[in-house]
T-cell receptor, first 115, second 111 residues
Framework: DAGVIQSPRHEVTEMGQEVTLRCKPI?????LFWYRQTMMRGLELLIY????????DSGMPEDRFSAKMPNASFSTLKIQPSEPRDSAVYFC?????????????FGPGTRLTVT | EDQVTQSPEALRLQEGESSSLNCSYT??????LFWYRQDPGKGPEFLFT???AGEEKEKERLKATLTKKESFLHITAPKPEDSATYLC????????????FGKGTKLTVNP
């Protein structure tokens, strides 16, 4: 399996621009997670989906952030408008329910820089 | 208050010098405690899941243990390739799949 795939790997944008991050989970996994990692706050959950339905978006910092999962093999995280404080590494992860195991498998991340 | 606290923040060892990393947690009910390894510029890589106090799991030079309040990641005779940041995360009982991560321990193993 190719693992979780994220694109782009790096994104540099100017303040006020729209940013869209993309994720393809591991085939067959029914949970998808979006995390943000910064030096100050570490790794934080933003939102997660189960069978394409958003379950918990309490970690989404504000209305500028939105996430969608139109089908089982694709999800997007959009920031509009972007701000310098959004600069971070954004990770997507997926997992499979059942069997008593709950481990999440992470993608390589997207490093976002907002100038 | 942080639910997951890892110590030390950074640890420097000589090759072959065994040591332990600590992860203390405060949750009302633990569903699982997870250890991940993260290399620079990469996503966290899953290592272990522990579910109940007294449980132990091993993988090569790594051994994870769990008590009711903390977990230890023991590294026996480490090699330079074990250098990485080790992350601990907890998942609470109650049905949520949410993982709460600690800030990690950055391990450096010198040859």
């Amino acid at each position: 399996d190719a693992g979780v795939i994220q694109s782009p790997r790096h994104e540099v944008t100017e303040m006020g621009q729209e940013v869209t991050l993309r994720c393809k989970p591991i085939s067959g996994h029914d949970y998808l997670f979006w995390y943000r990692q910064t030096m100050m706050r570490g790794l934080e959950l933003l939102i997660y989906f189960n069978n394409n339905v958003p379950i918990d978006d309490s970690g989404m910092p504000e209305d500028r952030f939105s996430a969608k999962m139109p089908n089982a093999s694709f999800s997007t995280l959009k920031i509009q408008p972007s701000e310098p404080r959004d600069s971070a590494v954004y990770f997507c992860a997926s997992s499979l329910e059942g069997g008593g195991s709950y481990e999440q498998y992470f993608g390589p991340g997207t490093r976002l820089t907002v100038t | 208050e942080d639910q997951v606290t890892q110590s030390p923040e950074a640890l420097r060892l000589q090759e072959g010098e065994s040591s332990s990393l600590n992860c203390s947690y405060t949750v009302s009910g633990l569903r699982g405690l997870f250890w991940y390894r993260q290399d620079p510029g990469k996503g966290p890589e899953f290592l272990f899941t522990l579910y109940s106090a007294g449980e132990e799991k091993e993988k090569e030079r790594l051994k994870a243990t769990l008590t009711k309040k903390e977990s230890f990641l023991h590294i026996t005779a480490p090699k330079p390739e074990d250098s990485a940041t080790y992350l601990c995360a907890v998942q609470e009982q109650g049905g949520s799949e949410k993982l709460v991560f600690g800030k990690g321990t950055k391990l450096t193993v010198n040859p």
